[in-house]
């Protein structure tokens, strides 16, 4: 007979698990956002280049750091690159696998500049949709049904995956156009006005990064004269950053936000945050149509959750069944 074996019941030091980054930078072409998420790679990653590993969409323009003067003094070293071009297709599945080879090879930081070629790019997500259109005769008589394609919902739920990841600290640059729309003037004319910058990405993207930074300037160095990269803080989760503040970005405190990560803050509070901004999101979803509802609870049951609150959902299906609701 098996002898029974006791329980043990004891306590240990409670203690915050270090969390890795989740960033996102956008802006303009020349702003800096290259600049400014290779100093935060390298600080992140303990001051090691080789453990900085970037993947790019740019035509190879992150080689033209490599020991050029850096803003936070010295020079940028010898990073890993990755040229990620239109012939492997931008789909997220293939920033999915560069992030794991990174991470195979000993990254500590990961960045994928940029992350708009996943939605509207050759082989993003917005080019699927047009590839399901062209391949299925069902999908040019509705097209809005192309959007349920079984590769293009694979495709779309991996997108939001690009933002973080548990094994190294993730920056994502994101590229923006200025909104233009007409209005009439008060001489009763048409008149463009601007309505500011928009992120060239999914929508639904906003709600996945932990900081997102707009950059302002890009900081340089020419002659020994050090400029800091400035960016004006549009989203934090980190008490360290507060929303519609313009910061200076230098080493100290790009290290103060390594420090913060490492010693300040609790993953699964960020999660929670997160999550509270999807089911924030999907009450006004409601709101706006209300006859949705009733889809959400067709879609609950099927998949498995039909007696749930939406708040008692996990977070990673909550979100997959928001892509999908909201497409």
Same mark, same amino acid.
């Given at each position: ?5 006791? +329980? ?9 698990? /270090? ?9 303009? +072409? ?16 303990? &001051? ?32 890993? !690159?990755?040229?990620?071009? *239109?012939?492997? $297709? ?8 560069? %992030?794991?080879? /990174? ?32 391949? #299925?005769? %069902? ?33 994502? =640059? ?8 007409? &209005? @009439? ?10 309505? $500011? ?20 300037? /890009? $900081?340089?160095? %020419? ?22 503040? =313009?910061?200076?970005?230098? +080493? ?11 010693? $300040? !803050? ?10 509270? *901004? ?8 409601? =709101?706006?149509?209300? /006859?949705?509802?009733?889809?959400? #609870? @067709? ?23 928001? !892509?999908?609701? =909201?497409?």
């Amino acid at each position: 007979m098996a002898t029974k074996t006791n +329980p043990t019941f004891s306590f240990e030091d409670a203690t915050r698990t /270090a969390c890795k980054a989740s960033i996102m930078i956008e802006g303009l +072409p020349g702003r800096g956002k290259t600049g400014l998420a290779l100093m935060m790679g390298y600080i992140l990653s303990d &001051e090691d280049w080789s453990k900085v590993f970037h993947v790019d969409t740019e035509n190879s323009s992150a080689r033209l750091f490599v020991d050029i003067d850096a803003s936070m003094g010295g020079k940028f070293g010898k990073f890993k !690159v990755a040229d990620f071009t *239109e012939e492997i $297709g931008f789909k997220p599945s293939n920033y999915l696998a560069y %992030r794991q080879a /990174a991470v195979n090879a000993g990254a500590k930081a990961v960045i994928f500049d940029s992350i708009s070629h996943a939605w509207n790019y050759k082989g993003g997500v917005l080019d699927l949709v047009s590839q399901a259109k062209a391949s #299925n005769s %069902r999908y040019a008589k509705d097209s809005y049904a192309a959007w349920g394609d079984e590769t293009v919902v694979k495709e779309k739920n991996e997108l939001l995956e690009l933002i973080r990841t548990s094994k190294a600290h993730m920056i994502t =640059t994101v590229r923006v156009k200025e909104k233009m729309e007409y &209005e @009439i003037g008060p001489d009763g004319k048409n008149k463009l006005v601007s309505l $500011g910058e928009q992120q060239i990405q999914q929508a639904d993207l906003k709600y996945e990064p932990d900081l997102v930074l707009q950059m302002q300037k /890009a $900081g340089s160095n %020419r002659n020994g004269v050090i400029t800091h990269p400035v960016a004006l803080c549009t989203k934090s989760r980190y008490a360290i950053f507060a929303e519609g503040e =313009t910061y200076e970005f230098t +080493p100290e405190l790009i290290k103060q936000l390594k420090a913060y990560l490492e010693e $300040g !803050v609790d993953p699964e509070e960020l999660l929670q945050k997160q999550k509270d *901004e999807y089911l924030d999101a999907l009450k006004q979803y409601f =709101t706006e149509k209300p /006859a949705a509802k009733e889809i959400w #609870n @067709i879609m609950k049951k099927d998949a498995g959750f039909g007696e749930m609150t939406a708040q008692e959902i996990p977070l990673a299906e909550l979100k997959k069944l928001y !892509v999908k609701i =909201t497409a």
